[in-house]
């Protein structure tokens, strides 16, 4: 499942346009796909670890809408990504990064 999540995003990212809001919102899910930037910014407490401890914590809270996310957050908490609170996201631009990874785990962007 971790597979064609990072191999989805990359897809993804390939298929937008740069400047897109869908690319600038997704950011915070390149530390999930880069798990080296993940220790660096988790160390660093910077706003994109707070946005996706954010994302992570109500992907947590939303299963029961968006089933496919019980195994995928499993999944990443066996690597040590794990969510909390910080309140540092707006709600819309975690329902779309939410929705984003719900299509990611259905192979939206699956080549």
């Known amino acids: 499942m971790y597979r064609i999540f990072c191999e989805s995003y990359q897809n993804f990212i390939n298929s937008m ?45 939303n299963v029961g809408r968006f089933p496919r996310l019980k195994a995928f957050l499993w999944t990443i908490d066996s690597r040590n990504i794990k969510g909390k609170q910080y309140n ?16 990611f785990l259905k192979l939206a962007y699956w080549y």
Request: aromatic share 8%; glycine share 0%.
């Open 17 to 61: 346009d740069k400047e897109s809001y869908r690319i600038q919102v997704s950011e915070p899910l390149n530390l999930i796909v880069d798990l080296n930037k993940y220790e660096d910014e988790k160390e660093k407490k910077s706003d994109l670890y707070k946005k996706l401890c954010d994302l992570i914590n109500y992907m947590y809270n």
């Open 88 to 103: 540092v996201s707006k709600k819309e631009d975690l329902e779309e990064q939410t929705k984003l990874v719900n299509s």
